[in-house]
């Protein structure tokens, strides 16, 4: 493998260490900048006044929090989109130092960059932002995670796996509804038979035979 392909497979896996770092953000929680705290207390108050029971309940009070959140600071996402232009910005004035190849139109040829140049104005790209940036240096390293765009492809993913769990619950119901049935039916007593209707003995006689005084008489 010859150097320059050394050099380039260690530029793509230090741009990806930065994703693996921040792939527990996600745009419907907590993002970088926002209060802990101010989310921890809206979650408590949803709870005080939903009284969730159980599992499944409390976890959708949790989604209720997390998206009410979201709508009450959707200004986060500004805040990343000018972070990120800036961040260009800066990247461009420290020169390529993020690229293997520099491309030179009026020579009509590609030129590599010495590796040391483009280490050290990568850092100095990176020592401005978070600088510049403090806390919110988090949305350069965070790419496009932080965006819209990315917040209405994580609603849809979230919105079919809801759909799941609801046919889930659903047909856990049916069946709970028909093991009741079931039950009910075999616990419920079996009406007895009714009983045979008796006959009258007849008038003069004992035990279905005539008296002995009934012959006598006239």
Known sequence: ????????????????????KHAGYSTTALLPG???????????????????????EEDIVAII???????????TFRIAERVRERWWAITSEKGPGGFLIEYQPLLGKQIEIDPAVRAAAWKAAKDQARAEFGAAYDFVEMGEIATVEQLAKDLVVEGRLDAMIERCLKRLLYLRGLKSISTTSASEPRPLPAALPRSAPARGRVGGAPSPGAAARP
């Open 65 to 75: 929090a997390r998206l009410v959140w979201r709508r009450q600071n959707l200004g």
């Open 34 to 56: 926002e209060d802990p705290g101010a989310f921890k207390k809206l979650h408590q108050d949803l709870i005080v006044e939903l009284t969730p029971n159980g599992a499944l």
């Open 1 to 20: 493998m010859s150097a320059n392909c050394r050099a380039s497979i260690s530029a793509r896996v230090k741009k990806f260490l930065p994703a693996l």
